[in-house]
């Protein structure tokens, strides 16, 4: 839903000087379940499209709503832009050639590896006592 109002914004202000832009296409469906989709295209080219269901319905712990969509449309400059995303327990998760890619973190040094793998095949006690 936050990606179909940022769409609908950028719109809003990419053409706010222009007369408006038909919607060409439109399509929703809320379903009793909690599950929906929604979709439309305009005349100039933006497509947004985008559904979600409960996962893990009825437990309490586990329980997230997952999203799932993307949108398109063509800057000013005539660039065409396209994002497809997931929106669930993880947070946010957009997926586009134009945005950046974080760096692949560096290796871990040896003397921190090692320092790590003997922490992990050396568990504390669970009763308490410390060595």
Same mark, same amino acid.
């Given at each position: 839903?936050?990606s179909?109002i940022?769409v ?5 202000v ?8 038909a919607?060409v /296409?439109q ?5 009793? @379940?909690g599950?929906?989709h929604?979709?439309?295209e ?6 947004? *499209?985008?559904?979600?269901?409960? /996962?893990?319905?009825?437990n309490k712990?586990t ?9 398109s449309?063509?800057a %000013? @400059?005539g660039? /065409?832009y ?5 929106a ?6 957009? @997926?586009?050639a134009?945005? %950046?890619?974080? %760096? ?7 003397a921190? *590896?090692?320092a790590? @793998?003997w ?6 006690? *669970?009763?308490? /006592?410390k060595?």
């Open positions: 839903m936050k179909l940022f609908a914004l950028f719109v809003a990419s053409y706010a000087a222009e007369e408006p832009i919607i /296409k399509d929703a469906e809320v379903n009793f @379940d599950s929906y929604h979709s439309f305009t005349a100039h080219g933006i497509a947004v *499209q985008e559904q979600g269901q409960l /996962k893990n319905a009825g712990d329980e997230a709503e997952e999203v799932t969509g993307s949108f449309f063509t %000013p @400059d660039t /065409k396209s994002v497809n995303y997931v669930n327990e993880n947070g946010f998760q957009p @997926d586009a134009h945005l %950046p890619v974080a %760096p692949t973190p560096p290796p871990i040094p040896a921190i *590896q090692k790590l @793998d922490i992990a095949a050396h568990p504390e006690p *669970q009763d308490g /006592k060595f």
